[in-house]
């Protein structure tokens, strides 16, 4: 079955770096379209970057645009999402997403906190 597993969340603080990791499996990774989204406590889940099958094309949310770099391994089956000079207003739990014949699958979410 699909299953989607974030990792590399954690404690920074403003103006550091995390990178995340999304590892996949249970579909053909390479051929799928892949997002991370982010939820802050009391607030909606935001889209925050998508990257096409083949990595050549990106999208990214004006709020992270020049900091974050989302990129993927399609021989790894593993998304990443590399994000610099993080601000307290990145606290979130970020998620990996993919949607499969219509049917949006999720991960469990990692939590990261950016305070002084």
């Known amino acids: 079955q699909v299953q989607l597993v974030e990792s590399g969340g954690g404690l920074v603080q403003p103006g550091g770096s995390l990178r995340l990791s999304c590892a996949a499996s249970g579909f053909a990774f390479s051929t799928y379209t892949m997002t991370w989204y982010r939820q802050a406590p009391g607030k909606e889940r935001e889209w925050v970057a998508t990257i096409l099958p083949f990595g050549r094309i990106t999208d990214y949310a004006e709020s992270v645009k020049g900091r974050f770099t989302i990129s993927r391994g399609n021989a790894q089956n593993t998304m990443y999402l590399q994000m610099n000079s993080l601000k307290p207003e990145d606290t979130a739990v970020y998620y990996c997403?993919?949607?499969?014949?219509?049917?949006?699958?999720w991960g469990q979410g990692t939590q990261v906190t950016v305070s002084s």
């Open positions: 997403n993919t949607k499969i014949r219509l049917v949006n699958y």
